[in-house]
């Protein structure tokens, strides 16, 4: 008989490996669509941590609309985690994912969030920095900042007063 000692985190990181298969599985060859559910980006971002520090948790890409101050226009960067969470989940095709922005919520705090292509460059032609704006996109996978969130539309050009 073979023993195998295994450490909490190892154990751990095993579990969500298994997780993410079979929800992989469940997921089938898709594209991300389906109707955006409109959140309030503060607390979604709240409840959207992993439960265990220092990993990350991928989920079934989920739809979502909210409201963000842009503090950023996007810059270009390499995706490829982003790529690989959207792999596991059998996302085909993948979206073209080339830019980060950094937007702030209604509560101040400020994280980046993934953009694609066409938006990326829509955003930095038709939105001002430091104004509100709606926007849709996709929930892929939970980190230590919290959710991994990709836009991919712009819901409104005109500047809206506030957040929420």
């Known amino acids: ?52 520090e220092g990993t990350k948790v991928i989920v079934v890409p989920k739809n979502i609309q909210f409201r963000a101050k842009i503090k950023r226009h996007p810059e270009h960067i390499q995706a490829r985690y982003v790529f690989k969470a959207l792999g596991m989940m059998q996302v085909n095709p993948l979206p073209p994912i080339s830019h980060r922005m950094f937007i702030e919520t209604s ?27 709606e926007f849709q996109g996709y929930h892929v ?7 991994a969130i990709v836009i991919d539309q712009l819901v409104s050009t005109q500047a809206l007063s506030g957040g929420s």
Request: charged content about 15%; proline content about 2%; aromatic content about 12%.
């Open 141 to 147: 996978y939970n980190y230590a900042k919290g959710p």
């Open 1 to 52: 008989m073979m023993w195998f000692s295994v450490s909490k985190q190892g154990l751990l990181s095993m579990i969500l490996a298994v997780v993410a298969l079979l929800l992989a599985q469940t997921a089938h060859s898709k594209t991300i669509d389906g109707q955006a559910e409109r959140v309030n980006l503060d607390q979604f971002v709240e409840t959207n941590y992993p439960s265990v």
């Open 107 to 133: 509560n101040g705090k400020i994280f980046s969030m993934y953009v694609e292509k066409a938006t990326a460059k829509a955003i930095e032609k038709q939105l001002a920095v430091d104004q509100w704006y």
